[in-house]
T-cell receptor, first 114, second 113 residues
Framework: DAGVIQSPRHEVTEMGQEVTLRCKPI?????LFWYRQTMMRGLELLIY????????DSGMPEDRFSAKMPNASFSTLKIQPSEPRDSAVYFC????????????FGQGTRLTVV | GENVEQHPSTLSVQEGDSAVIKCTYS??????FPWYKQELGKRPQLIID?????GEKKDQRIAVTLNKTAKHFSLHITETQPEDSAVYFC????????????FGKGTHLIIQP
């Protein structure tokens, strides 16, 4: 398995534009997480899904952020409209189920909003 | 919700010496405590974890200890090597890896040659 796959790896966009980040979890994994990493705030959990259903979105910073998981092999994180303070590395991670322990991270998407 | 505090933020040790990183957590319901290593520009990767039913776990040069009463857990790295240089994150969650992890702010470990 290629692991968790995220795209794009880098995204530069202008303030006000819509940004969509994509994630393909490891096949067979039932849980998917979106994290944001910044120097100031560290690694923050934004939202996670179990069996494609959002379980906890309390970490989503504002209504400008939304996430979907239409099927077991694909998820998106959308920011609309984007702002400079959204600049960060966004990681997607997946794990097998509630019994398994390890969350596997993707390579991340480095987002820069100018 | 859970709150995880991690110290120190930067740790510099001589090659061959030991390094200790400490974390505290707030939610007594948390029962799973992993440690992740992140090299510059790379993804976080699990290096060791511990569940609340044990007090210590060891894997070669790394070990983790847990004190549930004090809500405190630590990472110990012995005989440090240059490749140990990285940022280390502790985390806590109720349940296994399928519940969202709350991370500490990270410790930048520097191994001096």
């Amino acid at each position: 398995d290629a692991g968790v796959i995220q795209s794009p790896r880098h995204e530069v966009t202008e303030m006000g534009q819509e940004v969509t980040l994509r994630c393909k979890p490891i096949s067979g994994h039932n849980s998917l997480f979106w994290y944001r990493q910044t120097m100031m705030r560290g690694l923050e959990l934004l939202i996670y899904f179990n069996n494609n259903v959002p379980i906890d979105d309390s970490g989503m910073p504002e209504d400008r952020f939304s996430a979907k998981m239409p099927n077991a092999s694909f998820s998106t994180l959308k920011i609309q409209p984007s702002e400079p303070r959204d600049s960060a590395v966004y990681f997607c991670a997946s794990s097998i189920d509630r019994v398994s322990t390890e969350a596997f991270f993707g390579q991340g998407t480095r987002l820069t909003v100018v | 919700g859970e709150n995880v505090e991690q110290h120190p933020s930067t740790l510099s040790v001589q090659e061959g010496d030991s390094a200790v990183i400490k974390c505290t957590y707030s939610d007594s319901a948390s029962n799973y405590f992993p440690w992740y290593k992140q090299e510059l520009g790379k993804r976080p990767q699990l290096i060791i974890d511990i569940r609340s039913n044990v007090g210590e776990k060891k894997d070669q040069r790394i070990a983790v200890t847990l004190n549930k009463t004090a809500k405190h857990f630590s990472l110990h790295i012995t005989e440090t090597q240059p490749e140990d240089s990285a940022v280390y994150f502790c985390a806590a969650t109720e349940g296994g890896g399928a519940d969202g992890l709350t991370f500490g702010k990270g410790t930048h470990l520097i191994i001096q040659p």
